[in-house]
């Protein structure tokens, strides 16, 4: 059964090879979004929707401890992250990690889950190929000493290709360890696919230690394709140097004068070609053996080049994701200060489903927005994203927090599939005399924010009113207060008074004596101390996403 609820992530999710998944425990409905039908073999729809189903993909090998895992979460209700073996219904054997999360209902069972998969299975490979390799060293110690080297080399190679999942970097490993232990000189081409058919280059000569992302800058661009044109090339020409073009000006540092013989190695990962890797002598030809080494470490070198782009795509959906549900700064409003505390708990992509917005309003105030959508991760992020933009065009085109959570109500009910928000907007009005000003709060089932005064006071704010998305005849008030220059309000998530220390809650109170510690302070401030005393109060892994958000009426503003 496909997920039809999300359509909006669908391209940026394909592109970074992430599929979502949700589980209803009661009607027992896993829905999986076409990506994620994908990455298990089948064909767009080809799902069908029963836990059961899910199971019978799991590999015979690794099915007891998956089970067992998933029953405890199920039982106990939090977040876990699994890497596994999948069988395709062709036969075909793949690696798959997902992470997810389950939630528990008042009667200790399952509520519902969702979470994220992908595809492991290159990165999975070479992790058994390296502890494959060092085996079969141990094993080689009786012996030749070329295949002893040989085998040396490789896991050398490995190593150092592993742990990284920056591309620049594993570039430059990667030419590094040609030329320490291999060849005299090293150029590796890799095509980006952006600008498409452009190529990033990491080269290096023994002799020198010169490496041209350092002479030439961090995108030094060379043409690949005539390397992998002439793969086979080799110590039987006449003149190498002939076949080896130098595009570049900083190749010339890179190439020596006299090369007897080069060797070029095509690096693919996924049946895609997506770069090559060239070595060169300058004195004797090569060992019989030299081109499988080269290929194994081509080899291994694909993937972890290829792991790496796929990190930075995976990366970049958290960049938009994020974006779409927070500002990417917040504005500068006349005469009010502004501190944000935002911490999502979801850690593969930090997305997470709260939300926060701040934009000032022509009056010369302010709109402040926080929200909590109903779940975690990807979908969550999804409808905050959706969220926080509704919110916000209703908000500028009514001018009142609660006839724009009645807006934002009537679009979530027109959605058969719509998710459950909390809300909390507040509008702060133009100075008035004085300096002093006045804030209408409008709540939709969310904490109620809290008032802080300059003369050490506390008080939350009287503001209720009805979860959004649940009835088509809510109930929002309108509290108005009065701030005075040096006083504050405090919005925030759930997810800081619940945030856990065993069985026990942070709660309000906690929160309020770490906003008196710091009352004269701005809101910054006071938003890195709620964070600090939250990481101090609790060791254990955030369960629930974190917001929080205070805006102060200047001294005299």
């Not at 940026?12 to 209803?24: E, F, K, M, S, Y």
Request: aromatic share 6%.
């Amino acid at each position: 059964m496909t997920d039809q609820r999300v359509p909006e992530l669908g391209s940026l999710l394909t592109q970074a090879g992430i599929g979502v998944w949700t589980w209803d425990p009661a009607s027992d409905t896993v829905i999986w979004d076409a990506e994620a039908e994908r990455i298990y073999g089948l064909e767009e729809g080809g799902f069908d929707g029963t836990m059961e189903a899910f199971v019978s993909f799991i590999h015979p090998a690794d099915a007891e401890d998956v089970l067992e895992l998933l029953d405890k979460v199920g039982r106990t209700g939090g977040l876990y992250s699994v890497q596994h073996r999948i069988v395709w219904p062709d036969g075909t054997i793949r690696w798959v990690e997902g992470q997810g999360r389950i939630e528990t209902g008042s009667n200790g069972g399952p509520q519902r889950g969702y979470g994220i998969v992908y595809d492991v299975t290159d990165r999975a490979t070479l992790e058994r190929e390296r502890d494959q390799l060092r085996v079969s060293a141990a094993a080689a110690v009786r012996s030749s000493t070329a295949n002893r080297e040989a085998l040396d080399f490789i896991i050398h190679a490995s190593d150092a290709l592993a742990g990284s999942l920056n591309t620049e970097r594993l570039l430059e490993r990667l030419a590094t360890v040609m030329t320490d232990d291999f060849a005299d000189f090293c150029i590796v081409d890799l095509k980006l696919d952006e600008p498409v058919g452009w190529l990033m280059t990491g080269a290096r000569n023994a002799a020198s230690s010169k490496y041209a992302s350092e002479a030439g800058g961090p995108s030094a661009m060379l043409n690949a394709r005539r390397r992998l044109e002439q793969a086979d090339v080799g110590s039987h020409m006449d003149d190498p140097t002939a076949w080896l073009v130098l595009d570049t000006e900083e190749l010339g540092g890179i190439v020596p004068d006299a090369v007897s013989s080069i060797l070029v190695e095509p690096l693919t990962s996924r049946g895609r070609t997506i770069g090559s890797l060239l070595v060169g002598r300058t004195i004797g030809a090569w060992a019989p053996e030299t081109r499988e080494i080269l290929q194994a470490v081509a080899r291994r070198a694909a993937v972890a080049l290829d792991q790496a782009e796929l990190y930075r795509d995976r990366s970049a959906v958290a960049d938009v994701f994020q974006r779409a549900m927070i500002p990417s700064t917040l504005p500068e409003v006349a005469g009010v200060s502004l501190g944000v505390l935002y911490r999502p708990a979801t850690e593969l992509i930090r997305l997470g489903g709260d939300l926060y917005d701040v934009f000032p309003t022509p009056a010369g105030g302010c709109m402040l927005v926080v929200g909590d959508v109903c779940g975690k991760g990807v979908v969550a992020a999804g409808h905050a994203g959706l969220a926080r933009s509704a919110l916000r065009a209703a908000a500028q085109a009514t001018g009142s927090p609660a006839e724009a959570l009645g807006v934002l109500n009537r679009t979530l009910l027109a959605d058969p599939t719509r998710p459950l928000i909390t809300a909390v907007v507040v509008e702060v009005g133009p100075a008035e005399q004085g300096g002093s000003r006045t804030a209408t709060v409008s709540c939709a089932g969310h904490p109620m924010p809290l008032a802080i005064r300059k003369d050490g006071r506390i008080e939350s704010i009287p503001a209720s009113g009805t979860m959004l998305g649940f009835d088509a005849d809510p109930s929002f008030s309108s509290v108005p207060i009065r701030l005075d220059p040096g006083d504050a309000i405090a919005m925030f998530s759930d997810g800081v008074v619940e945030t856990r220390r065993g069985k026990e809650f942070f709660g309000s109170e906690r929160l309020i004596e770490a906003l008196t510690t710091v009352i004269s302070s701005q809101p910054s401030t006071m938003v890195d101390a709620v964070g600090a005393t939250l990481d101090t109060w609790t060791a254990e892994p955030m369960a629930d996403d974190i917001v929080m958000l205070v805006a102060k009426v200047d001294q005299g503003g």
